[in-house]
């Protein structure tokens, strides 16, 4: 069998040029006798021959502690296989179903796992060292047409306590909601990786590479950082003191600012909000809070995702970089607030004064509503601004598409720069010296 491919981000060497491969089933005799067959052909002897099933669909079944190095399971469907102790070092598991599989103590070290879905698996002390966890260009047929598409390696809500990962690739790879802790990612490539809402206490990330990664609403208690390049990462409501980000590069990394804590009572509140969040509503309890006093507070770098900040007074206070998807700040006093780079898609600001606020590079776009499962409803909720004070208010950069901007007057707004595609525009006409512009270049 070919090694695992390195170079490209997924790239296919799979007989792609083939439909796939019909599902295969085995027995246990069959199983067994196949693995003693593996073996002698890895030790060289007469009658050896190499597990190799395309389409292998032994879901549900005992596999614990064969062992099967060097296998070959390209688009194999074994979820919720019991796989204790499995050894599949080196294995071609491209495209695999592991899906709720036991696979504690299991070693995969130097495994292709591009495309894999691991979603929910028991992975605790499982050894992936070297392993190759990249997206994977995944092959489907509509009819006699062929299409190709990129599908990262899913470990959603999987255990990976104490797992060793230490120089294997996660590129891409979606940890969200996982658990990590205790984890090695000595020198792993988590370039672009989804760990948000993850559990990385005790985790080692020394010398990973993890340029743009997703670490938003994660646990880092005790988890070190040092010397590992997490430039452009997301790290919001992420307490970055209790880690070790010695020699760290954060360079453009979004970051609540450590010397700008939020009252005692409002971080607990944060807190409740991230387990809200990241349990989908299941656990914790949203922020709220109505007609409060919170000038001048900094929520930079907090992750506010549906949020409900009604009546409230918020003077000068700062959201730049902030996550305020659906969030509601209906009928809010914002005078002088800065919202630089936040995402406030959805958002609403319906009857809120936004006199002399900041909205420069924010996104204010409409938002594609998904179901409880994640699928996307074709509907669209826009941002709402009706009614909403806007005297000296800077939209510069800003996306407001589709914003909803009935009996709002634009005409003292900085808009230089402003995407305003498909707003149903004020009767007013905007000020000769506030023309809209192509997005891009923010004046």
């Not at 504690?104 to 002390?125: C, F, Q, T, V, Y």
């Not at 992936?128 to 470990?155: C, H, I, M, Y």
């Not at 006093?293 to 900040?309: N, P």
Request: some cysteine; hydrophobic content about 40%; proline content about 4%.
């Amino acid at each position: 069998m070919s090694s695992p491919t390195r170079k490209g981000a997924a790239a296919i060497d799979h007989d792609v040029s083939d439909r796939p491969a019909e599902p295969v089933t085995l027995s246990s005799s069959e199983l067994l006798q196949a693995a003693v067959a593996h073996r002698s052909y890895l030790e060289g002897r007469p009658n050896g021959k190499l597990f190799a099933y395309k389409g292998l669909t032994l879901p549900g079944r005992n596999l614990a502690r064969l062992q099967l190095p060097r296998a070959v399971l390209v688009g194999a469907d074994l979820g919720s296989a019991g796989m204790a102790a499995i050894n599949l070092d080196q294995a071609d598991l491209f495209g695999a179903n592991l899906a709720g599989a036991d696979l504690i103590g299991a070693s995969l070290r130097r495994a292709d796992l591009r495309g894999a879905n691991l979603m929910g698996a028991k992975l605790r002390e499982a050894l992936f060292n070297g392993a190759d966890l990249r997206p994977g260009q995944l092959v489907f047929w509509l009819g006699n047409e062929k299409r190709v598409r990129d599908k990262p390696t899913s470990l959603l809500n999987a255990d990976l306590g104490n797992a060793d990962f230490e120089g294997a690739d996660l590129s891409q790879a979606t940890l969200t909601g996982a658990n990590l802790r205790g984890a090695n990612f000595r020198a792993a490539a988590l370039f672009g990786a989804n760990l948000s809402g993850a559990d990385l206490s005790g985790a080692d990330f020394t010398d990973a590479r993890m340029k743009g990664a997703i670490l938003d609403n994660a646990e880092a208690a005790g988890t070190v950082f040092r010397h590992a390049d997490l430039r452009e990462a997301q790290l919001r409501n992420v307490a970055t003191a209790s880690a070790d980000f010695t020699g760290c590069n954060l360079q453009g990394a979004v970051t609540r600012p450590p010397k700008q804590p939020l009252p005692a009572r409002i971080e607990a509140m944060l807190r409740e909000h991230v387990h809200w969040i990241t349990s989908n509503g299941a656990a914790g309890r949203r922020l709220t809070l109505e007609g409060e006093a919170l000038d001048g507070l900094c929520f930079d770098a907090c992750d506010l995702r549906g949020a409900v900040l009604k009546g409230c007074s918020l003077g000068k206070a700062s959201f730049r970089q902030s996550e305020l998807k659906l969030a509601d700040l209906s009928g809010s006093r914002l005078r002088g607030a800065d919202f630089d780079a936040a995402s406030l898609l959805g958002a609403n600001f319906a009857d809120a004064d936004l006199s002399d606020a900041r909205f420069t590079r924010a996104n204010m776009a409409a938002i594609e509503l998904v179901d409880a499962r994640g699928r996307v409803t074709g509907r669209r909720w826009p941002a709402d601004l009706r009614r909403a004070t806007l005297s000296g208010t800077d939209f510069r950069g800003a996306d407001l598409r589709e914003a909803r901007l009935q009996d709002t007057d634009l005409s003292e707004c900085n808009t230089a720069g402003t995407n305003l595609t498909g707003c149903a525009l004020p009767g007013a006409a905007l000020a000769p010296t506030l023309a809209l512009e192509k997005p891009g270049r923010t004046g």
